[in-house]
């Protein structure tokens, strides 16, 4: 199992569209995929609609310690893709895990329980510099950092989310390994000179830092996002062919590109280059076979 969180102390970068899609790609490809909202604003919850709503959510998991996945996995319309909710009671999950002796450790500790089920969980996170990120990058094997190729926005990027990796550093004398962190520049305008500029300012500016590193591959800026979140659909299977006018490539070719990047191990890469995009990928109920 792979734990991936998806970072940046910085609001409306595009964390939550990272997070559905990533998940929405691989649970296509036949993975098994949960994603964990921890983010009380629940705009991950309300991506997918939920077919199975659990009577817990991210709040009860993770405040009660629960070990049952059936207390709290909520399942999505789509078939092998399901979801810890949240919700206004996540408003009081930071000041816990920031008290608690054993707070920024709890999802590192809890996540083990669902191995046996999954093969890859995404944690999506809010725009802030808080102990809800200790915990949730605590609890990862990669760390994934959209940002957009803005000036500002890289400088934000070492004074908050790289900063926040240096601050966990010391959890590595427990034992605890820090996940290595991944720069994906989002929202990327297809023909601006501008773009490329404060692209390799950004990774001239990190190379210092050991573990931080920005992927060769982007996400443009498309209205194809927001078609697919008005359908609530994963954007691989909102654009399966590049539109005639556009010089970037499909939302499924640049997802496609994007997870084969992340996830290098050989079996991934063989199922994420057979998705089509078209196959059925609805979850079918029961009653309904
Ligand atoms: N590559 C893109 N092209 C066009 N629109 C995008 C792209 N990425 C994200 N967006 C849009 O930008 C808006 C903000 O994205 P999103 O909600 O994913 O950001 P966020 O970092 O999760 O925000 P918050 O910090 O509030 O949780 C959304 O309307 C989303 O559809
Ligand atoms: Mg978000």
Redesign the pocket.
Same mark, same amino acid.
């Given at each position: 199992m792979t734990v991936v969180s998806i970072v940046?102390t910085k609001?409306?970068?595009?964390? =939550? =569209?990272v997070a559905v899609n990533i998940g929405g790609f691989c649970a296509d490809a036949g993975l098994r995929v949960l994603l964990i909202d921890l983010?009380y @604003?629940a =705009?991950l919850t309300q991506y997918y609609p939920l077919v199975s709503v659990a009577p817990m959510g991210v709040y009860e998991f993770i405040t009660n310690n629960e070990q049952n996945p059936e207390h709290y996995v909520s399942q999505t319309c789509f078939e092998r893709l399901d979801v810890v909710y949240a919700d206004e009671r996540c408003r009081g999950l930071d000041s816990l895990l920031r008290d608690a002796d054993d707070g920024r450790l709890r999802l590192h500790n809890l996540l083990p329980a669902v191995t046996a089920h999954y093969d890859l969980i995404v944690l999506d996170t @809010?725009?802030a510099r808080n102990a809800t990120l200790a915990t949730a990058m605590l609890a990862s094997d990669l760390v994934l950092s959209p940002v957009m190729p803005e000036m500002l926005a890289a400088l934000e990027l070492k004074s908050g989310t790289v900063l926040a990796l240096s601050g966990i550093a010391s959890y590595q004398r427990l034992g605890i390994p820090i996940a290595p962190l991944r720069v994906l520049f989002?929202?990327v305008h297809p023909i601006s000179s501008n773009a490329v500029v404060v692209q390799d300012a950004v990774r001239n500016s990190i190379m210092e830092h050991a573990g931080v590193e920005a992927l060769d591959s982007c996400?443009?800026? *498309?209205e194809a996002? @927001?078609k697919a *979140?008005a359908k609530s659909i994963p954007v691989h299977r909102a654009e399966t062919r590049q539109p005639n006018n556009r010089r970037t490539p499909s939302a499924l070719e640049i997802i496609r590109s994007l997870v084969l990047e992340l996830f290098p191990r050989q079996d991934w890469q063989e199922l994420f280059k057979r998705v089509t995009g078209k196959k059925p990928f609805a979850r079918v109920q029961e009653g309904n076979r």
């Open positions: 940046n609001g409306g970068v595009g964390k =939550t =569209t983010d @604003q =705009t @809010q725009g989002n929202r996400i443009p800026a *498309s996002f @927001q *979140s």
